[in-house]
């Protein structure tokens, strides 16, 4: 019986592989040079954890199983509720502000397509016990570090940008109340993907024909960050308070030099239920592709886990989107295996020396190979090549002779003679000098 891997999930083949490290290394880059820490969770969790917050849509893609116990578990669909619940168990003592990272694996049962799967990575970065918008700021400063780190312009990516109040404040115009408006968040963040009619359809089945879908959506896609925000003032108290803090978002991503990346767009409410300020994802701007990354400001997460307010802000990124987007760019590298040394003998009586060079190279680091059967000098040669290796070491007659071996730097094509002591004391600088 063949068995193939399951839909939605990836098999890593080395060359996978290396692409797979290039953007986490990308990730972990970013992620340090902004200051944040690497933390990881378990890979799966309570199911409760999920179904307290996380929205109906990521509870439907669960796949949850019961231990022998009885106890009902699900693999993690994302990394946030896990986040919550590790920093609401040490809320006193962890140093603020609290700004960590983590490249879960994580699962969704979702229909498998382009850049969406069952199994995938997602970066994490989130900034917790700070109140202000700057954390947000920086938050989208961070994701846009890395789309500029992989070569992406504006004129490639646009991070759509809106804020749950002014949604709010936006619904309170046409007369929905906070507590109603979770089924119109749902239908706003589906707008594109449902299209007008059944958006208008599935608006007048939720509020029926009296409140005015068609002004919602007026302003959903016509309307200018200055007329929302007018609007959004006018709604009393609160909407000039979500005015406030939008503008002053907008002001620090200027600061950060990030505004030309960023666009106000009322549509993004995100589809999760924790949300409660700015909110973002990231497109390609001329591609078909899903969001490659989402995020916004929880405020109450660690609150309906029981534990103290911690406030925080942050995002997710696919692995599986953003190479896609990638890819359709044109923007991924070209990634051969490394090795760093080919050892090859021109005698076979030399294979000795070859095996006992390899293990003193590889005790200095060095990524080290050699052919497991016994050819011909040239055939050896193109093994090293076929490897990638840089460099290729030849023990020969001037080993047997003067304790000499020829070096080649097979990007260059030059060679050297070098001692093998010198090469055995400090390897690196041997190499260097071909
Ligand atoms: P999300 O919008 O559900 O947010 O996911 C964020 C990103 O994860 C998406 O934009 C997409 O790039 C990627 N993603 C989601 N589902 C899949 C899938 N099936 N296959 C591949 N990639 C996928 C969250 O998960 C939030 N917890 C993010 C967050 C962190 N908010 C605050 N902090």
């Known amino acids: 019986m063949k068995i193939q891997a399951p839909p939605g999930m990836r098999d890593f083949y080395p060359a996978d592989m290396r692409l797979q490290n290039w953007l986490f290394d990308a990730w972990r880059r970013v992620s340090r040079s902004f200051g944040f820490s690497e933390y990881d969770g378990p890979i799966f969790e309570f199911l409760d954890l999920f179904t307290i917050k996380s929205g109906d849509e990521i509870v439907s893609q669960l796949f949850d199983f019961e231990d022998r116990g009885g106890r009902r578990f699900a693999i993690r669909p ?243 989107p953003m190479m896609e987007l990638l890819k359709e760019l044109g923007k991924l590298p070209e990634l051969e295996e490394e090795l760093d040394i080919f050892i090859i003998d021109a005698d076979p009586q030399l294979f000795a020396t070859v095996q006992e060079l390899a293990a003193a190279l590889r005790g200095h680091g060095l990524a080290t190979d050699f052919s497991y059967k016994r050819v011909g000098v040239s055939k050896q040669f193109k093994q090293a090549s076929a490897r990638g290796a840089r460099y290729a070491l030849v023990v020969g007659s001037e080993y047997v002779e003067r304790r000499e071996l020829t070096v080649k730097n097979l990007e260059r094509g030059e060679q050297i003679i070098v001692p093998a002591d010198d090469l055995l004391r400090a390897p690196q600088e041997a190499l260097q000098r071909v």
């Open 78 to 320: 994302e990394m946030t509720p896990t986040l919550a619940r590790m920093v609401a168990a040490r809320a006193n003592s962890l140093p603020r502000p609290i700004k960590w990272f983590s490249i879960p694996r994580m699962c969704r049962a979702e229909k498998p397509q382009r850049g969406r799967l069952r199994e995938f990575y997602q970066w994490n970065a989130d900034i917790l016990g700070v109140d202000d918008v700057l954390a947000d700021a920086e938050i989208i400063a961070v994701a846009v570090a890395f789309l500029r780190e992989v070569g992406l312009t504006p004129e490639d990516v646009v991070v759509k940008l809106s804020s749950r109040p002014i949604a709010t404040a936006v619904l309170a115009s046409i007369g929905i109340e906070a507590s109603q408006a979770d089924r119109a968040f749902q239908l706003i963040d589906r707008y594109d993907k449902l299209g007008p009619n059944e958006f208008r359809r599935q608006w007048n089945e939720a509020y029926g024909p009296d409140v005015p879908g068609e002004r919602l959506e007026r302003y959903l896609t016509e309307a200018s960050l200055e007329q929302c925000l007018d609007l959004v003032a006018a709604a009393g108290e609160q909407g000039v308070a979500a005015r406030t803090q939008f503008e002053s978002l907008l002001a620090h991503l200027e600061s950060f030099g990030v505004m030309p990346f960023c666009k106000f767009d009322l549509r993004i409410v995100r589809g999760l239920g924790y949300y409660t300020g700015p909110v973002f994802e990231v497109f390609g701007r001329r591609s078909e592709l899903r969001a490659v990354l989402g995020g916004g400001r929880y405020d109450d997460l660690t609150t309906m886990l029981d534990g103290p307010r911690v406030p925080g802000v942050g995002f997710g990124m696919g692995d599986a």
